[in-house]
């Protein structure tokens, strides 16, 4: 190539300022380097751009016609930038994650709304999947799991963006009446367990729950029940209509617990999860508008 942008861009200077000394000085490049980068251009080009002496700066014919012309295109370019600038400041731009109807719907809620309100520019696009995915295959700007024992901590950056998840078991005061509340984990082999359907997995989610006399035990019951669903409020809505205990995390029935709707059982066998973690890949750690989320979602330790 004859003339690249840059050596275009140092020429226009050059003669904007009519001194190398000072278009090397704006340009943050020596006055020695500049001249170089002149005469390599000029003999690229196989024509004399600029008279100069030790007094004075003056373009040749061909200069004066290719700063005529170049001139107002520059000003094009840098205005074309500023632009795009001034989108970045008003934080146009689109965000892709992945998650959980939990994560989304309950924990992460209020925080994504005020994000959204003091963003208004940024378009929010939440995918609500229990499977696991791949970032990058599937273009999600960042994605949202609990925990980080499994994540390849060299492939992804993560941010904690909420408390622990608690679980509970939980069932309605006429199904309970009817059927008697369970004094441990064993006993729900005797109740109608309300049993959430995983699509990823094609089975049934068991029961996690933690012996009290035995901290570090974990004790799995497979639930059985007469109503199955593969979505978390379709298993709150059985409850609250007496089909028997769900087993659902502690913040998608608090209302329901407030106001008696429903009860929890073995809040001495409940079981605590990791947080949730915001992860994206590390070259996405430049991203503007993916740096106001952080800054809108991380929990501080």
């Not at 003669?15 to 943050?28: E, H, I, W």
């Not at 002496?53 to 170049?70: P, V």
């Not at 009817?178 to 997995?201: E, F, M, W």
Request: one cysteine or more; glycine letters at 4%.
């Amino acid at each position: 190539m004859k003339a690249n942008l840059n050596d275009l861009r140092a020429f226009i200077m050059i003669v904007r300022t009519q001194s190398f000394t000072k278009a090397a000085a704006q340009m943050g490049l020596t006055q020695s380097a500049l001249s170089h980068s002149m005469r390599n251009m000029e003999m690229r080009l196989g024509v004399k751009l600029l008279e100069r002496t030790t007094r004075n700066l003056s373009l040749t014919e061909a200069g004066e016609r290719l700063f005529q012309r170049l001139s107002p295109l520059m000003d094009d370019i840098d205005q074309e930038i500023a632009n795009l600038d001034k989108m970045s400041d008003n934080n146009n731009g689109v965000l892709r994650l992945s998650g959980s109807e939990h994560a989304f719907n309950y924990v992460l809620w209020q925080g994504l709304s005020q994000f959204m309100h003091q963003h208004p520019h940024i378009q929010l696009h939440l995918i609500a999947d229990t499977r696991p995915v791949d970032l990058t295959t599937e273009r999600f700007d960042a994605g949202i799991r609990m925990g980080v024992a499994e994540m390849n901590t060299q492939l992804y950056h993560h941010v904690r963006v909420s408390d622990d998840v608690r679980m509970c078991i939980v069932g309605s005061p006429k199904y309970l009446a009817q059927h008697g509340t369970p004094q441990n984990a064993y006993d729900l082999q005797q109740h109608d367990c309300i049993a959430l359907h995983v699509l990823a997995s094609g089975k049934l989610l068991n029961w996690e729950l933690i012996d009290p006399t035995s901290p570090k035990t974990i004790v799995q019951i497979q639930p059985q029940g007469q109503f199955i669903a593969s979505q978390t409020p379709l298993l709150r809505r059985a409850a609250l209509n007496d089909m028997g205990l769900a087993w659902l995390p502690r913040d998608t029935v608090e209302e329901d617990l407030r106001s008696g709707s429903l009860k929890t059982v073995l809040d001495d066998w409940a079981i605590h999860y990791s947080a949730y973690y915001l992860y994206f890949p590390h070259h996405r750690a430049q991203s503007p508008l993916l740096a106001l989320l952080v800054d809108a979602l991380q929990k501080s330790d």
